[in-house]
């Protein structure tokens, strides 16, 4: 298993900044993507950006220029540095990983709790 923990959501003014860390624990043998999504009231949950182990990056068309994802292999934690916010960047914001354990072939999904960002405007 793996736990994920989200910090760094909080409430920031528009054309503010904030970032968000997200450590991976527990039984941790390979973990290739990384990421953060992020649900806003009423609406889906929808990718913000992902990141691989080799640092291949993608990011929602939105928040390209703005956000930028970044990751730290050896603790096994990946961030997410957001700048220029925007009110519409209002949402919870939720740290992913895919993990394949030691002993098995299937790569698995894992989330976090979820950190809380709101933009004032």
């Known amino acids: 298993q793996v736990q994920l923990v989200e910090s760094g959501g909080g409430l920031v003014q528009a054309g503010g900044s904030l970032r968000l860390s997200c450590v991976a624990s527990g039984s941790i043998f390979n973990i290739n993507l990384m990421g953060w999504y992020r649900q806003a009231p009423g609406k889906q949950r929808e990718l913000v950006a992902v990141?691989?182990?080799?640092?291949?990056?993608t990011y929602e068309d939105s928040v390209k220029g703005r956000f930028t994802i970044s990751r730290d292999n050896a603790k096994n934690t990946v961030y997410l540095q957001m700048s220029s916010l925007k009110p519409e960047d209002t949402g919870d914001y939720y740290c992913y990983a895919n993990h394949r354990p030691r002993t098995g072939v299937y790569w698995n999904d894992y989330w976090g709790q979820g950190t809380q960002v709101t933009v004032s405007s």
């Open positions: 990141i691989t182990s080799g640092g291949v990056t």
